[in-house]
């Protein structure tokens, strides 16, 4: 099914289409005003540390829900969702190299795995636009660009590495509104970052991006500032630094979609 198809339907149909197969690019623009989420699965015997990696790290590691050991459905963030099916993509990590992208993990799955929900800035975007701040990757149905950034994490445990983070080019004179918008919703990677030169954390050119994707998003209109936002897809980068025997996480872009409102998240 493609993406015009599945806008303006309820997270639980989206999630079924997936499930079935029936889509599997990027969630980007779906299900309008809800949470989405990044996923990150690791043996019951890592899952403490990963939680305190994340109590450590807020802003790239906003946690919504931890399931029960060996556990796939949800308690809170959906109803008859299966974190092993309802994701349209899967990254499989061992010793820490991705090994396989995969459309479910019931192959992979076992009664030792945690699962963990962190929030994502897709969520956000809504509120963004509701607000009147441009964000030219939803006007191209893309995700926003991602970069591998000189912060580090504080570590916990095996769980070491740098900050992933998106940038949205923002318009000079909505930048406030950007930062003051999205600080509302700490649960999806709160306020920015990092406002203004790149090069400031790490990121020598915009076209360097962290999934080797060339977006248009990267050449700056006169009237913009890059913006950059914490990234749930740091996991990720510290599975390969921290070369963690196994994990799976999400497909960049490809997110679980909740059936919570994104307003429900909001702090003021």
């Not at 790290?57 to 050991?69: A, F, K, M």
């Not at 923002?170 to 203004?196: C, D, E, F």
């Not at 950059?228 to 980068?237: E, L």
Request: net charge negative; hydrophobic share 40%.
């Amino acid at each position: 099914m493609d993406r015009e198809h599945l806008k303006g339907r309820h997270p639980r149909e989206i999630r079924a289409v997936i499930r079935e197969g029936g889509f599997n690019e990027d969630t980007v623009g779906l299900a309008e005003g809800y949470v989405q989420a990044n996923l990150v699965v690791v043996p019951q015997d890592q899952a403490l540390d990963l939680l305190i990696f994340c109590q450590r790290n807020p802003q790239p590691c906003p946690v919504l829900e931890v399931t029960d050991t060996g556990e796939p459905s949800l308690k809170y963030m959906a109803q008859d969702a299966d974190i092993r099916t309802d994701l349209a993509m899967y990254k499989i990590w061992e010793k820490g190299r991705c090994v396989a992208d995969v459309e479910n993990i019931t192959d992979y799955w076992s009664d030792e795995l945690v699962g963990v929900l962190l929030g994502c800035s897709w969520s956000f975007d809504w509120a963004l636009l509701n607000a009147g701040i441009r964000l030219r990757h939803m006007e191209q149905g893309s995700a926003a660009p991602a970069y591998l950034s000189s912060i580090q994490c504080e570590p916990a445990g095996v769980f070491h590495g740098p900050v992933v983070v998106t940038m949205r080019p923002i318009l000079k004179h909505q930048v406030a509104r950007a930062v003051q918008t999205s600080s509302r919703y700490p649960a999806a990677h709160g306020a920015p970052v990092h406002v203004g030169d790149p090069a400031q954390i790490g990121i020598a050119s915009l076209q360097d991006e962290y999934f080797g994707e060339t977006s248009s998003l990267t050449e700056l209109e006169p009237d913009e500032v890059p913006v950059f936002w914490a990234c749930g897809v740091t996991p990720q980068a510290v599975a390969i630094e921290a070369h963690l025997d196994f994990m799976i996480s999400h497909f960049p872009g490809r997110m679980f979609i909740t059936d919570v409102p994104i307003e429900e998240i909001a702090m003021f």
